[in-house]
């Protein structure tokens, strides 16, 4: 043991057993307060470390109790002396540190004998534990090349915060383990949830030097929209670029061309049911690719499925009537023609194009057999491949699709699929869908899949070139249901998985999705709604790993998200939690934390959180570094928006339905309603 050691001993070890130590106090200690060689210093809180010298190393101690016994005879004694009495430290050992610095490890080996010294932790014996020595390291070039500038370093740890346990000492997690895997940020509505994800992230990327984080990627599901005053302030020119697209239904803000979405996810949408609603739409949805597809090569199997239907329209079978069949093979023929099956086939029949007006009395039978030819023995139908299409076109393939089995002998099948078309049609009329819908008109200038991703993350360039000029992409969906919300969640958040599953080479391009209020679309029960988004996550959060792929999600109801998300998660920021059932869901999610430290989780101050997980070696309590500027997320202040002089403007803006909201700061802006007395 070393001088300064023993300057900075506060007691003596009295008892040791395999899971607890009890150290004694010096005599004279007042308030469990010790005066160090290097300043004053308050042992009595629970959560601090001790180290204990064992031989060649230190025991590391976590204080989890203390006591004091009056040494006085309980007939002398008239008040408690608190200077006199004996004080007691309630210890447990957590690991093991090198006397001399190196790798603090879990676990101990080596027990202290009785009446060994116990002293109270440095800054730089802390930094040993966490592991967050050496904040600052070099950077390295690409693929072992020569860095440039050749002085620039990196982030290798990064500061979230104040720790409330060891004064003035800065908590930090190691960037690797803590962007590297799934992250948790939990609590309380009004515990500080929003402000933590924006202080972490202006932690990140407001590094003075050269070498930010420009790599970096995250992609802000923004469903309450108050992320924009905080991030928008992080861009620089050359160095960090935010983009916030807007999503509020209509087709002026975000837009989504529902070819994009799998077969699965139109299945969820409309809800299609297994036996005999799903088939249907299958073929509906290949349909819009082979009626678009004029190639050579598809020509017979679109001659087939004409004439199939056109046959059918003229048995008169089901409930519709014959100038309604008739319509139907008009609209075929003029929208979908090919060299035999066309308008000018069926003018040389009946030029009038009315039904029962047929040139002569064998005429329509004549048009028949000159249909009936195209129709080929084991033709097989396409399958949807994401051919752009006008979303009209599907409630049209779809009644075609009917037709098409009620022709191999299906009669009831548009009686089961009645409610899968009035979905259908519910989808276009809604305008909480203009987003999703697109016309003929708008094909040619909508992006391909490729372009929707590149544009959405911010890339330019192609192949071995690729560039990125966004680092934070807000998608503020704060306009639209939830519903919406799940629909553009999963899609987009597939759609960027498939990206980078097919990445070459794969975990090069890491990709955060920041998950806001992540409790309403990635539940533990099934979505009330069409689309369940949660599937979709939990493959992420499976598999996303080794692709580069990562959730950061926040939630303020940790019981009502999926069990499997939350498991997945490697680090997690705990703030106030209260229900019983949410402190629960931490526990079995998280069965490496202690007793003690949950029974803290109800009683933490606002801006307090307790981290812990892989990027840091102990859990610890701490204060969230402040967010500046903050997020649209502040309490709402009843007593001074209450109590005001009359004529007070209310200081609100009323804006039209589907207007952009404004940002709050800017005055020029500011509309309000006066009050009417």
Known sequence: MSNDDGKRAIGKVVSVAADRFVVEMHAGTDNFTFVGFDDVHYVARLGSFLMIPAQSEYVVAEVVGLRERDTGRPDERRDFDRAGSSKFLDVVPVGMLPARGGLFRFGVSVFPSLYADALYALDHELDYIFETQSPIEPSVGLNGAACIPADANRYRVLSIGKSVIFE???????????????????GNTGSGKSCTVASILQSLFEKPDEHHARGATFVVFDVNGEYRPAFEPLAKVDRIGIQRVVLDGTTAGFRLPHWFLEMAEWELLLQASEKTQLPVLRMALGLTSLFRDNSPEVLEVKEHFIATCIVECFRGADGDSPVAKFQRVVSLLQKYPTNNLNMVLLNRFNPNLQYGNFAGPNSQEEFLEKVRVRIREDVHLPSYNHTPFAFDDL?????????????HGNRQIRDYCSSLVTRLKSLKDREEYAFLRHSNGEIATAPSAAQFVSDLLG???AGATVTKKNQIIILDMNDVEDEVVELVSSVTARMLFKLLRRADPRNRFPVHLLLEEAHRYIGATPSRYALDATKGFERIA?????YGMFVLLASQRPSELSKTVLSQCSNFVVHR??????LSQIRQMTPFISDALLKRLPSLP?????VF???VNLPTTFKVREARPRPHSDDTRIVDLWFHEGGRPAGIRLLPENAETKDDDDPDETMYFEERT
């Open 395 to 407: 409630e049209e393939c779809l009644d075609f699709a009917i037709l098409y089995e009620e022709a």
């Open 459 to 461: 890339l330019t360039g």
């Open 577 to 582: 939690i209260q229900n019983p059932d949410d």
């Open 606 to 610: 606002k801006q307090h959180a307790l």
């Open 613 to 615: 997980g892989t990027s």
């Open 168 to 186: 003035d000492y800065e908590v930090k997690v190691r960037v690797d383990e803590f962007f590297g895997g799934h992250v948790a940020i939990l």
């Open 542 to 546: 499976k598999e996303g790993r080794k």
